[in-house]
């Protein structure tokens, strides 16, 4: 198990590669950018997605993903989700059964709503899900990478292999708690980034915490009523997964999502937003289809609208918060 390949050289996955490499694994990063790749090995540094991070010494970026990925013992995946099918439908025929895949990535794929380990089982098939791990939880990739104390939580239908995870990636650094409610912590997980796109949008307003705290409290309303509408559990969304990344997230500045609303707020278009930054926000494409899938289940998500009606429909975000305040008052404990 001390064999990895970390897919995608993004800043979470060079953070989450350079941590497992100072556990003495031998870790591997594949990384789709030829720059980045030279400037890690040698400057030890994500210049462009992780700068100013200085890289464990032995950790390897490699070019050959089919090549790679054929002999390593785990397939760890950060890739963002909007591209995590393509990369996916590369390792089709060379993952080896059996094969125990990580995955760090969160959102749903805009056009056919599944969620990453559900786009997993249709490529790879139904074996997949006994080797299937999902990590989550408030986790910023600059201060794993400065050795913060972080806790997380692995959700799998694989009791004994969510143990092996839990108690080879643990350390005084990361902290791992464990779940079966794999389905919670993806939703949780993916929705949380619509929701830091609110939050940067409150910030790009001048607003305080007053609202970032009543926006964080209601939204993590909507995404229980989602989640527990496709199966998870409600306990999953006041843990590490839910509650706690919410809260990083939509009042912790170094979230992508939180900056991209907070430019759109300041009067940015959402492509001039996306471009000033290499990052991508997850929050986007996941806006998408949160929306769609709220339609569909009848599910009342207000803030999950807004933010739509503000980054695909032109509605100025200062009259979608007044819209929100102004909705028809209800009693606060409306989880159906």
Known sequence: MDNILVVGGGSWGTAFADYLAR??????LWVMEKDVIRSIQTEHENTVFLPGI?????????????????TADILIMAVPSKFIRAVM??????????QTMVNLSKGFEADSLKTISQVAAEIFGPD???????????????????????????????EALLKEIQNGFSS?????????????????????????IASGMIN????????????VTRANMEISRLGIRLGARAETFWGLAGIGDLILTCFGSLSRNFQL??????????????????????????????????????????????????????QDVRIAL???????????WNIN
Request: proline share 4%; charged share 25%; with cysteine.
């Open 322 to 332: 007044i819209d929100l305040m102004q909705r028809s008052l209800k009693n606060e």
């Open 23 to 28: 556990l003495g694994k031998n870790v591997k």
């Open 128 to 158: 997949v899900a006994p080797c299937w791990v999902t990590l989550s939880g408030p986790s910023f990739a600059r201060e794993l990478a400065s050795q913060h104390p972080t806790a997380v939580v692995a959700a799998s239908a694989n």
């Open 89 to 98: 439908r590369r390792l089709e025929k060379v993952r080896p059964p059996g």
């Open 172 to 196: 005084k650094v990361l902290r791992v708690y464990r779940t079966d409610d794999l389905q919670g912590l993806e939703v949780a997980g993916s929705v949380k980034n619509v929701m830091a």
């Open 261 to 314: 609303g907070r430019k759109i707020a300041m009067g940015l278009s959402l492509a001039m937003a996306e471009k000033s930054t290499p990052m991508v926000a997850e929050g986007v494409e996941t806006t998408k289809a949160v929306n769609q899938l709220a339609q569909e289940l009848d599910i009342d998500m207000p803030i999950a609208r807004s933010v739509y009606q503000v980054l695909f429909a032109g």
């Open 54 to 70: 200085r890289l464990a010494d032995d950790l390897q970026a490699v070019a050959d993903l089919e090549g790679e990925a054929a």
């Open 204 to 215: 790009g307003l001048d607003l305080g915490f007053n609202t970032t705290a009543a926006l």
